[in-house]
């Protein structure tokens, strides 16, 4: 599947609220780092919340793989592309991991 297609599965409206939600949460962590900076609070105070909203962005994108993985990749395999879609989950789970 190439970006320019369109999901095969498309999200719940519950699905997008959760995924949105998470997704707030992380922007209001980033512009408390913002202000943290610009407040000049201590190094460890500041590298504490980046981890946090690194775990968030990550927990984010463990839920779209997840989805995708129990969404479009069973479509397309159901339609037989096994190998291009076992191909493209190992893409983007190194892409992911590193």
């Known amino acids: 599947m190439k970006d320019t297609e369109?999901?095969?599965?498309?999200?719940?409206?519950?699905?997008?609220?959760?995924l949105l939600r998470r997704l707030k949460r992380v922007e209001g962590q980033i512009r408390g780092i913002q202000?943290?900076?610009?407040?000049d609070r201590y190094c460890m105070d500041v590298?504490?919340?980046l981890r946090a909203a690194e775990a968030g962005l990550k927990k984010v994108g463990?839920?779209?793989?997840?989805?995708?993985t129990k969404g479009?990749?069973?479509?397309?395999?159901?339609?037989?592309?096994d190998e291009k879609v076992v191909e493209e989950l190992m893409t983007i789970i190194h892409q992911y991991a590193k």
């Open 62 to 68: 463990l839920e779209v793989v997840e989805e995708h």
């Open 35 to 39: 202000q943290m900076v610009i407040d």
């Open 47 to 49: 590298l504490v919340q």
């Open 72 to 81: 479009c990749m069973m479509h397309a395999m159901e339609k037989g592309n």
């Open 6 to 18: 369109h999901k095969v599965h498309p999200r719940s409206e519950e699905e997008k609220a959760a």
